[in-house]
């Protein structure tokens, strides 16, 4: 059952030293730049929240609903956010290093420049995210739909994208060199590589012998 809560409440209950929150909703649009680490916000509604620069660090929101979020710069490193639904959300430069994405919604959702490094993002659903100039180094995106997402610019160092769908994917300026592409669904992919870039950038065929 969801229990509705202010984020005045919240806020005075954390300081008191309260942890769990979860299958709470929250009434109030801001949780704007505070410190909520190892806040449990599992199945919580936080939808359309603004929490932009507040840190969750080693946070658990498994299940939660933080879809057309503002959550600029907000920090998720090793948070829990398998099964969230990030949708449509603005996480412009958050970090989620080595964050669980596994099965998570973030369709549509701005990542640019955002910090992804070691994260599991297993088929997570990415479809017509923007991904520019995002650090995925290491990241785990097994199975992951990125059908239509950007990833223009962004580090895919050591990432493992096996069994994941690029249909229509936009990969300018990524080098895949060191990228596993193993099964990787290429159907009617949308590469495009007419500017030179610093890095090689390997063609299909080359990608699917790697």
């Known amino acids: 059952m969801l229990v509705e809560i202010r984020a005045d409440q919240l806020l005075e209950q954390y300081a008191a030293g309260v942890r769990n929150f979860s299958s709470m909703i929250l009434t109030g649009e801001s949780l704007y730049e505070l410190t909520l680490d190892g806040v449990n916000f599992e199945q919580a509604n936080l939808a359309q929240v603004n929490m932009s620069l507040t840190q969750c660090r080693e946070s658990h929101l498994r299940g939660a609903n933080l879809s057309q979020g503002l959550l600029w710069r907000t920090d998720f490193s090793r948070a829990n ?26 369709a549509k959702t701005d990542l640019r420049v955002a910090n992804l490094q070691q994260a599991n993002g297993s088929d997570a659903n990415l ?74 950038v390997l063609t299909v065929t080359e990608s699917a012998n790697l």
Do not use: C, F
Not at 87 to 106: D, E, G, M, P
Not at 157 to 179: F, N, P, Y
């Open 81 to 106: 956010l398998e099964i969230a639904n990030l949708s449509q959300s603005k996480l412009v430069r958050a970090t989620l290093k080595h964050a669980n994405l596994q099965q998570a919604i973030l």
């Open 127 to 200: 479809a017509g995210a923007d991904l520019r100039y995002a650090d995925l180094t290491g990241m785990t995106l097994v199975g992951a739909n990125l059908s239509g997402a950007d990833l223009t610019g962004a580090n895919l160092t050591g990432a493992d994208l096996s069994h994941a769908i690029l249909t229509g994917t936009i990969l300018k300026q990524v080098d895949l060199s060191q990228v596993t592409l193993k099964g990787a669904d290429w159907n009617h992919r949308q590469i495009d590589v007419s500017r030179p870039t610093p890095n090689p």
